[in-house]
Nanobody, 116 residues
Framework: QVQVAETGGGSVQPGSSLKLSCAGF???????MSWYRQSPGKQRELVAD?????SVSYVDAVKGRFSIARDRNMVFLQMTSLKTEDTAVYYC?????????????WGQGTQVTVSS
């Protein structure tokens, strides 16, 4: 059974750094791995994505501040120069390949709060 679990959230001050980690269990082959976030009253948005080949993409709001990386069935999000508007629940997703199908699995989310 596939499971995805995030760790590393917390409460920090503006300008701080934080690293999120995500592990996928019960997975043999993955395609893209991604980080999404959702703030109260806002739609969930894709923050960063990394393909199996290592190509990365970021939403404009985090370019130059966040960095996504992966290692086998783990994906990381290094966040620097955090702003109050980065406050959100952050979700990890793993696109799992099974035969000709790709299924996206979500973690339970981890809260990141940036406040002075």
């Amino acid at each position: 059974q596939v499971q995805v679990a995030e760790t590393g959230g917390g409460s920090v001050q503006p300008g701080s750094s934080l690293k999120l980690s995500c592990a996928g269990f019960g997975i043999q082959r993955t395609a893209s791995m991604s980080w999404y976030r959702q703030s109260p009253g806002k739609q969930r948005e894709l923050v960063a994505d990394i393909t199996s080949g290592g190509s990365v993409s970021y939403v404009d709001a985090v370019k130059g501040r966040f960095s996504i990386a992966r290692d086998r069935n783990m994906v990381f999000l290094q966040m620097t120069s955090l702003k109050t508007e980065d406050t959100a629940v952050y979700y990890c997703t793993v696109d799992v390949i099974s035969g000709l199908n790709i299924t996206k699995y979500w973690g339970q989310g981890t809260q990141v709060t940036v406040s002075s």
